[in-house]
């Protein structure tokens, strides 16, 4: 059984590979992030910020201030990579649909739980690999603009990244399973992957969302990993802020930048985070299992006329 639940999942890996715009268009949002960064918002965020430090009368900070802005832009890509990488990859669950490979695999003796396993475990081995180089360039990026991380941070931003995979593969493999034609996945994808962004406050910090666009924002897992990530990516660069700064200016961008959470008047930090993401990707795994189960059953009925 082990052997032949490793060989689908080398088969779906194989076709999603193998699709290399599909591979493009996985980290596309992630590109888009860095890109909008590169080109103006960068520039944008470092301006404002060394301005308020200059009418605070303090100067010769920006580097720091140029390594903190540079870390936020990190996190939200890496928060995009986990999920929309494991969203295109679902893509291999629609094709066997069409073609009529998921009905011969329930008609045949395979067991019924052995495909969508498969799937989910293809799907977050693919986000896991992509995600992990996005890590590594991400973690290139910071050595050149001001490595301010420890050793537990980086461990952490490999656990986040994983966590984060997982939630988002069992919550795609659920609403994938759902969909029936191409047409529909593409078009869930390309809506996905486009507000993913705003979502997780990749483009924008979610503080500078209206109150009620935070509170949705909060009901999405995504926003957590991001969260997260910004805990052990920005910490260092925020540290080192606060010495050229005031402990109170950096607690300010703290909050401004999305470090912490308020959910309805509650303060939400990195071990909360860390909580959400790992409670959902429970929920997710457990809720696809259930569905494996009932729907065979289901379908038993229908042929017994019942």
């Known amino acids: 059984m082990g052997q032949m639940l490793f060989q689908m999942i080398r088969r779906n890996l194989k076709i999603f590979l193998k699709d290399k715009a599909n591979i493009f ?3 596309l949002s992630p590109l888009i992030v860095l890109g909008l960064y590169v080109i103006f ?7 404002g910020l060394l301005q308020a430090l200059s009418e605070m009368g303090i100067s010769g900070a920006e580097k720091e201030v140029r390594s903190f802005c540079d870390s936020w832009m990190l996190t939200g890509v890496m928060a995009c990579a986990c999920i ?3 969203l ?3 893509g291999v669950m629609i094709q066997d649909k069409m073609r009529g490979i998921t009905a011969d695999l329930l008609a045949s003796p395979v067991p019924y739980w052995l495909p969508r396993a498969a799937y989910f475990c293809a799907v977050a081995a693919a986000g896991i690999v992509l995600s992990g180089i996005v890590l590594c360039i991400c973690f290139i990026w910071l050595a050149f603009s001001g490595w301010a991380l420890t050793v537990g941070e980086v461990f952490g931003c490999i656990g986040t ?5 997982l939630s988002s593969s069992g ?5 994938t399973g759902f969909l029936k034609t191409e047409g529909a996945f593409t078009g869930v994808n390309i809506v996905f992957g486009t507000v993913v962004g705003f979502l997780i406050g990749a483009y924008m910090p979610i503080g500078s969302f209206p109150k009620g666009v935070q509170y949705v924002t909060l009901f999405f897992p995504g926003t957590y990993s991001a969260g997260l990530f910004r805990n052990l990516m920005m910490r260092g660069t925020a540290d080192l802020l606060a010495e050229k700064t005031t402990a109170q200016f950096v607690e300010g961008l703290e909050k401004q930048f999305s470090m912490t959470f308020d959910f309805f008047g509650y303060e939400v930090h990195a071990s909360a985070m860390a909580i959400v993401l790992a409670v959902t990707a429970l929920v997710f795994i457990a809720c696809n299992l259930v569905i494996t189960f009932i729907r065979p059953r289901k379908k038993a009925l229908l042929l017994n006329g019942k």
């Open 161 to 165: 990244m994983i966590l984060s995979v």
């Open 25 to 27: 268009f996985a980290l």
């Open 171 to 175: 919550l795609l493999v659920l609403l």
């Open 41 to 47: 918002i960068g520039r944008m965020q470092t301006d």
């Open 88 to 90: 295109c990859a679902c």
């Open 84 to 86: 929309t990488v494991p």
